[in-house]
């Protein structure tokens, strides 16, 4: 069976930091992309960032730009996101899901994360 | 940039059609998602028109012009839920979500 788990969120003061991690298992890990997809409390999808299978090619919402990176390990099986310099707005539940081009599909069941002082 | 636009809610009565769009396609195949309450979305639509095995062949979807529609025949109370539409971007590589689409089964 397919499976993403993501864990690391948690609550942050407003210009913190915070990594995300989503452990795959299931599947042929290196044979996708990856994506980051999040979601503020009450409101709808938003992309954040996606990756190539062997990490050589990343992007990025303009929303996120400059303060996420995206990165993977293939050896363990795990997609991450360093977030950085992180604001009230970067409040939402942060999920992974395998691809990147094309559909994401499936996907993990989310990482809560609260900027707040 | 790229908006995709869906209406916010859609309602229908159990055993009839529900239709839902997705405007402003200008590149790329569409792809639909369901999310029900506390859930993780899950796809059930893909590249326009491809289902999913173990998603009911009630769930269909075109796209024709600028327009991706997912259409749910035969709706029933556990179809009640949240559907967002997808593309990816190539000129840009970015995704891009619709802004959703409450689908309430009266």
């Known amino acids: 069976e397919v499976q993403l788990l993501e864990s690391g969120g948690g609550v942050v003061r407003p210009g913190g930091s915070l990594r995300l991690s989503c452990a795959a298992s299931?599947?042929?890990?290196?044979?996708?992309?990856m994506s980051w997809v999040r979601q503020p409390p009450g409101k709808g999808l938003e992309w954040v960032s996606s990756?190539?299978?062997?990490?050589?090619?990343?992007d990025y919402a303009d929303s996120v730009k400059g303060r996420f990176t995206i990165s993977r390990d293939n050896a363990k099986k795990s997609l991450y996101v360093q977030m950085r310099s992180l604001r009230a707005e970067d409040t939402a539940i942060y999920y992974c899901?395998?691809?990147?081009?094309?559909?994401?599909?499936?996907w993990g069941q989310g990482t809560l994360v609260t900027v707040s002082a | 940039s790229y908006v995709l636009t869906q209406p916010p809610s859609v309602s229908v009565a159990p055993g009839k059609t529900a239709r839902i769009t997705c405007g402003g396609i200008?590149?790329?195949?569409a792809h639909w998602y369901q999310q029900q309450p506390g859930q993780a979305p899950v796809v059930v639509i893909y590249?326009?028109?491809d289902r999913p095995s173990g998603i009911p062949e009630r769930f269909s979807g075109s796209n024709s012009g600028n327009t991706a529609t997912l259409t749910i025949s035969r709706v029933e109370a556990g179809d009640e839920a949240d559907y967002y539409c997808?593309?990816?971007?190539?000129?840009?590589?970015?995704?891009?979500f619709g802004g959703g689409t409450k689908l309430t089964v009266l």
């Open positions: 899901a395998r691809g990147r081009i094309g559909r994401f599909d499936p």
């Open positions: 299931g599947f042929t890990f290196d044979d996708y992309g």
């Open positions: 990756i190539n299978w062997n990490g050589d090619s990343t």
């Open positions: 200008h590149t790329g195949s």
């Open positions: 590249d326009d028109s």
């Open positions: 997808q593309v990816w971007d190539g000129f840009s590589d970015h995704g891009v």
